[in-house]
Nanobody, 117 residues
Framework: QVQLVESGGGLVQAGGSLRLSCAASGIFFSINSMAWYRQAPGKQRDLVASITSVGNTNYADSVKGRFTISRDNNKDMVYLQMNSLKSEDTAVYYC???????????WGQGTQVTVSS
């Protein structure tokens, strides 16, 4: 059974940091590109960062230099270190497979990140 479980969100002041985690099960994790997406209220879900099976990373312009995606293929985990958080980073964050195949797995519940200004 495919399952994605995100955790690590919370309420943080602007300028603060959070580290999100995503546990994947039921997939051949190590061969898949993985990614973090986010959805703010009333907006579409957008790609934030992605990491290939061999560790190559890409970021949305809005988070470059502030966010870092990483993965642990031994634990089937993907992480998102978020620094210098801004109010516009407030959203529900989700993990899923990434480019080039896109998000093809059932979405998890996500983890809420709220940044207060």
């Amino acid at each position: 059974q495919v399952q994605l479980v995100e955790s690590g969100g919370g309420l943080v002041q602007a300028g603060g940091s959070l580290r999100l985690s995503c546990a994947a099960s039921g997939i051949f994790f190590s061969i898949n590109s993985m990614a973090w997406y986010r959805q703010a209220p009333g907006k579409q879900r957008d790609l934030v960062a992605s990491i290939t099976s061999v560790g190559n990373t890409n970021y949305a312009d809005s988070v470059k230099g502030r966010f870092t995606i990483s993965r642990d293929n031994n634990k089937d985990m993907v992480y998102l270190q978020m620094n210098s958080l801004k109010s516009e980073d407030t959203a529900v964050y989700y993990c899923n497979t990434g480019p080039p195949i896109g998000s093809v797995l059932p979405w998890g519940q996500g983890t809420q990140v709220t940044v207060s200004s």
